[in-house]
């Protein structure tokens, strides 16, 4: 994903690149406007589920989460919870391609003390937080979640840049 309006406020949604890497082509699809004057900004992180060809991105200005069926080069926009904006803009986004999910880290979480992770169904509805973390005490490392899907367990780094956390969802 990329911000074609350089994240700026009322710039353009951002686009989202496609490359074929069985022949090569690269396409793109342009992201859903977000709500507001503002826009959308920075596209913050993206993830793609191969299997059913849904993929997710994060918004910084309107602290969107954005659902696109790739195919169909269409989307739509949620927001996160508790109508987040600019201050708790999601991040890095991780796909749980066996149970149909994407997981948003929140470094300012809108449902709990310190950093989240909120959980969406591929649909764009939203499953729960996931409560609790410190991303912003890294100065050094972005916030980055790796997945066991079998197991719905979970790993973020932090809360200092020498450590990791593990979670369940």
Do not use: M
């Amino acid at each position: 994903a990329s911000s074609p309006g350089g994240g700026a406020a009322g710039g353009p949604p951002p686009v989202i690149w496609l490359v074929d890497l069985s022949s090569g082509k690269i396409t793109h699809l342009d992201g859903v406007t977000c709500p507001g004057l503002a826009g959308c900004g920075y596209a913050n992180g993206v993830a793609y589920d191969s299997a059913t060809g849904i993929a997710c991105t994060t918004t910084e200005i309107d602290g969107g989460v954005e659902f696109y069926d790739v195919a169909k080069k269409s989307g739509f926009n949620e927001s996160l919870p508790n109508n987040a904006g600019q201050y708790d803009a999601g991040g890095f986004v991780a796909s749980d391609p066996i149970n149909g999910l994407f997981l948003v880290a929140q470094p300012h979480s809108s449902t709990g003390p310190g950093s989240s992770i909120q959980v969406y169904d591929e649909n764009g509805t939203f499953v729960e937080s996931v409560n609790g973390f410190g991303f912003g005490a890294s100065s050094v490392i972005q916030q980055r979640i790796a997945l066991n899907p079998s197991t719905r367990t979970g790993w973020v780094n932090g809360p200092n840049d020498d450590q990791i956390q593990e979670f369940s969802y």
